[in-house]
């Protein structure tokens, strides 16, 4: 409380000492006093008489009577004692403003104010695990008279997950139903529960939502990793290497992640038989991405970047790259490490249909606003491909 009133006060005194300077610190030079003023006034009055009548503007008489009267108002507003200048004031005045200013601010901030919360914050114990709990408890209630809040029941379900509660978890997801239908990252959670809760086994509902996750999003980090231990756990050691490559591509070199993949990537080739080069073949496609001079102002730091294989004359990807904004022209390669099918790699192909986006959401989904180029049909196993985006989808 102390902390904060004293620096409140200095500016409070530093403010008032900026405003009231002049009246505080009066000027050296001594102000023109009433009564010199009016003698001034009086005098270029009496001037401007004379001269109206050496001119003839007024008779004799005429003058005598008007500079009667001006000496007579000239002796009545001259006779006062009044040496004090005009414009001076009072320092008694000056720092009566300044207390009254002072007090007023301080009644106006004890009474609507934050001062007793400033000084209870000190007194606030940090929350405990029986304090979230609590908290846990009262949003459950909540939620119960009102179940059709399905956002809520995804707050709740992460809520019970960072308790280690995940079989109130799972529940929590069920019921938010239609909410995480469309939402990858949601899918995957709700599968990770599912796995955990029946001791790491992803058969059924689990493996169902982790493949919906990655039809939604193809490079969803937490489905992908999800989907490759699932095929580690099936004794499917080829695929669970190829998916954890491709999960590996997405994922910055020398992380804490990386090595994990990597350490992951390494247990799955030696339980498998499996060479560093027998899992994926290094038949692709590569080349140059470019974009056109008119849409370079739409890019941004923050997009992504895909590169997506086709079977010519079908829908469903057979690989993708992504990856973010970097100098164009940039650089790709496609190769069966970002099959989004492993038993379907991209190697077993004759021909692709390649194309390249860039999206701002990084959604599989293309949205409008989106940059692309024309797809190509090239030969798999060409190095030369050039793509240009040249269009903005709408």
Same mark, same amino acid.
């Given at each position: 409380?102390?902390?904060? #009133? ?33 003698? !001034?006034? +009086? ?32 002796? &009545? ?19 009566? #403003? ?7 601010? *301080?009644?106006? +901030? ?46 709740? *379900?992460?809520? +019970? ?5 995940? &079989? ?17 990252? %949601? ?6 529960? #599912? ?21 939604? =999003? ?5 489905? #992908? ?67 056109? !001079? ?10 992504? @970047? ?24 940039? /650089?790709?390669?496609? !190769? ?11 190697? &077993? %192909? ?25 797809? &190509?049909?090239?030969? @798999?196993?060409?190095? /030369?491909?050039?793509?240009?985006? =040249?269009?903005?989808?709408?």
């Amino acid at each position: 409380m102390i902390s904060f #009133l004293i620096p409140a006060f200095l500016l409070l005194v530093l403010v008032l000492v900026l405003l009231l300077r002049p009246f505080i610190f009066p000027p050296k030079v001594e102000a023109t006093s009433r009564r010199q003023m009016n003698a !001034t006034i +009086y005098r270029e009055e009496l001037e401007k008489l004379e001269t109206e009548r050496v001119t003839g503007s007024i008779n004799s008489a005429d003058y005598e009577i008007a500079h009667a009267e001006m000496r007579q108002r000239l002796f &009545q507003d001259t006779d006062e004692e009044d040496d004090r200048s005009v414009m001076g004031s009072s320092k008694i005045t000056a720092i009566g #403003l300044c207390l009254f200013i002072a007090v007023l601010s *301080a009644g106006f +901030y004890f009474a609507l104010g934050d001062a007793t919360r400033i000084a209870q914050k000190n007194t606030q114990q940090p929350m405990t695990q029986e304090g979230v709990e609590k908290m846990v408890a009262q949003f459950a209630a909540k939620m119960e008279q009102d179940p059709s809040n399905l956002q809520g029941w995804v707050m709740l *379900a992460r809520s +019970y997950r960072i308790l280690g509660r995940n &079989q109130e978890a799972a529940k929590a997801y069920e019921r938010a139903g239609s909410f995480i239908e469309s939402d990858p990252q %949601l899918l995957a959670d709700y599968a990770d529960v #599912l796995a955990t809760n029946a001791n790491g086994s992803f058969s059924g509902k689990p493996l169902q939502l982790i493949k919906q996750a990655l039809k939604l =999003d193809p490079n969803n980090l937490m489905a #992908l990793w999800l989907s490759g231990t699932a095929s580690y756990a099936a004794g499917n050691y080829k695929a669970a290497v190829q998916i954890w490559e491709k999960l590996a591509q997405q994922v910055p070199p020398g992380t804490e992640d990386a090595r994990s993949i990597e350490a992951s990537i390494a247990d799955a080739r030696a339980k498998g038989g499996l060479s560093s080069k027998a899992s994926v073949s290094t038949k692709g496609v590569s080349g140059k991405i470019e974009i056109s !001079t008119d849409l370079k102002s739409k890019v941004k730091s923050g997009d992504i @970047v895909m590169v997506i294989a086709r079977k010519p004359g079908e829908r469903m990807p057979v690989a993708v790259l992504r990856t973010g904004i970097s100098d164009f022209p940039m /650089n790709f390669s496609l !190769t069966d490490a970002l099959a989004m099918n492993p038993s379907a790699p991209l190697s &077993q %192909l004759s021909e692709a249909s390649i194309e390249v986006r860039i999206s701002k959401t990084g959604m599989a989904k293309p949205e409008a606003g989106d940059l692309i180029s024309t797809p &190509q049909i090239v030969k @798999v196993g060409a190095n /030369n491909i050039r793509l240009v985006i =040249d269009q903005v989808r709408q």
